[in-house]
Structures are given as C-alpha cells and as structure tokens.
C-alpha cells in the first residue's frame, strides 16, 4: 500500500541527502517543498548601501571584519575554521552512506515564500499525503498541520534546549547529557509535540556546535526514513512530553560574550 508522504524543507545539503534517503529507503515522496531564503535586510547606514552596490557583499563584508576588534576578529575566524571542517564532516558522511548529492530524481519540487499561504497549503492538500517529513523549516501553522502529521527531528533530547542552536546551548553549557536527536509530531509551539522516538548522538566531548550539528544531521538522514516509516505503520506510539521543565532559545539569544567563551581560547 503506497504512503505518499510530502517533505517540507530548504535547500541545505543536509535536506537532499534526506530526500534522497527517503526515497531510496522505498518511501513515496510526492513532492519537495523548499523554502526561499529571506533575502538579507539592508543596511541602514547610506555608505554601506552604496559600498554593496559597487564592490559586492562578500567583499564590504570581508573589509568589515577589519574594523571589529581583535577579539572579535579571533572569534570569527575561528568559527569559519570550524564551521569548514564540519562541513568535511557532513559531507564525509553523506557520502559513506551512498547518497549522491543533490535533490533525488523522481518528486517534483517547488519553492514557496511561506510554507503557511493558503496556495501551499492548496497544493500541499492536492497531493492527498499521509504524512508530512519537516526538516529545517520555520514554524508551521494550523492550516499546514490540518494536512497531515507533519514529523520533525530536533536535534536535542526534548524537553531540553527547545528553539534554535540547540547545539551551540549544549556545548555552552558543557551539557552532553541533553545531545541527541528527537523525532516528534510538530503542533503550533516551539518544539512541544508529541514524542515519536529519541536517539542520544554518539560524539566525542568536548566538542564544537559546528561539529555536532554535522553529526546531528547525519542521525536525522540515517533514522529519519524509519521513524516515518515505523509511525506509518502504526509501530510508533506517540507520548507528550514530560511536563515542566525544558528550555527554549532563540538565536538572538546567544551574545558574543557566549560565542567568545566558546570560541576565544582556541586557535585559528
């Protein structure tokens, strides 16, 4: 019996190697829907404006970085070594798991402003799916979770570190006991479904968020297919999770004093 399932996502290689394990691993994936990145807000600052507009963003933006303070400088310059490595890191293992790059062959795929309008939420209804797979999107409203049960994977052990960077938080507060991958129904909060299945990452520690968040993906593209797959055949029960307790972050939560007393003391 066929189980058309619709993934909901964004362009990042952790997203085709997802849908390329879901359709290798003999799941019906109807359709991709990808989210368009918001374009960046411009600056403010007249001089800024006309500087983009002649010489280019990456270059304002490298001649920027000359102008921070040292510390400053440091930081970022060790978090672009970092996040480079893990890049090798989620590559490496996309690749040991036969998974080629780029979108699979075979769904068709569109991009949407917003996930939550009424002509996505029309299309996403036409496909008549069973069940939606959700992988780095923004929240989903009540129109969008009407369709189907959407699934998501946090990359924590909820209740714990809800919201974004959740990894940056784990290695911010040295805590390893929360590192893990959960696979839960999305409602209309942050994080807050109903528990499918939860899975601890094997990592060393201390570690990097750059690094676990490359190892994160990888446990969400291996376990991602079954866990639909197990709920889809009624072999998942879901349970809420455990009342009180937990947090939620949002980026703008994370200052440069938590970026430097992580990243300061290392090397470029």
Known sequence: MSHPV??????????????????????????IVVGREPAPEPSKRWVFRVLRSVLGNT??????????????????????????????????GIAAMDLLPGWPAGPPLIEVDDMNTAATVD??????????????????RRAVLDIAPAINAHTS????????????????????ASVGITFHLVDEGVDTGDILFQRP????????????????????????????????????????????GGSTYRNRDITFADRQALFGSLEE
């Open 6 to 31: 619709i993934l909901l996502t964004n362009r990042s290689r952790g997203a085709k190697a997802l849908a390329r394990a879901l359709v290798a691993q003999g799941l019906d994936l109807r359709l």
């Open 59 to 92: 270059l304002v933006n490298h001649v920027g970085t000359l102008f921070r303070d040292p510390t400053m400088k440091h930081v970022l310059r060790v978090e672009s070594r970092l996040f480079e490595q893990a890049d090798i890191v989620l590559d490496g």
């Open 123 to 140: 299309r996403l209804r036409s496909e008549s799916p069973v069940a939606l797979v959700v992988f780095g999107t923004g929240i989903l």
């Open 157 to 176: 052990l909820l209740p714990h570190y809800r919201g974004t960077r959740s990894e940056f938080w784990q290695c911010r507060h040295n805590d390893r």
């Open 201 to 244: 990452t094997d990592t060393p520690w201390p570690t990097t968020p750059f690094h676990l968040r490359s190892l994160n993906t990888l446990e969400v593209v291996r376990h991602m297919p079954g866990v639909v797959r197990a709920f889809l055949e009624k072999r998942l029960t879901p349970f809420p999770q455990p009342k009180g």
